[in-house]
């Protein structure tokens, strides 16, 4: 069992900035990848930002230079700090992780949605 516990989120006006953070839990062996996708209503989930093992981070073109992700792994944690904020990015946010349990499985799990909301 792997739980991912996201807390964050909520409304702010253009220009501002949030921060997320999710955490990993449970039977956890390794961790491959941590991020975050989007939806927005009537649009697909799509990547905003992840972080893989070694450091590599990938951004949507969308957010780069606004967007910042970030893993504390000895935690199991990983954070978006969200600056610049526009109404485009209104959206629910969903953490992914990649990773593999004690038992050898190697699956993706979700966290539950935060909903960001950028309005003045």
């Known amino acids: 069992q792997v739980q991912l516990v996201v807390s964050g989120g909520g409304l702010v006006q253009p220009g501002g900035s949030l921060r997320l953070s999710c955490a990993a839990s449970g039977n956890i062996f390794s961790i491959n990848a941590m991020g975050w996708y989007r939806q927005a209503p009537g649009k697909q989930r799509e990547l905003v930002a992840n972080a893989v093992s070694g450091g590599r981070t990938n951004y949507a073109d969308s957010v780069t230079g606004r967007f910042t992700i970030s893993r504390d792994n000895a935690k199991n944690t990983v954070y978006l700090q969200m600056n610049s904020l526009k109404p485009e990015d209104t959206a629910v946010y969903y953490c992914?992780?990649?990773?593999?349990?004690?038992?050898?499985?190697?699956?993706?799990?979700w966290g539950q949605g935060t909903q960001v909301t950028v309005s003045s």
């Open positions: 992914h992780a990649q990773l593999t349990t004690h038992g050898g499985i190697f699956a993706n799990y």
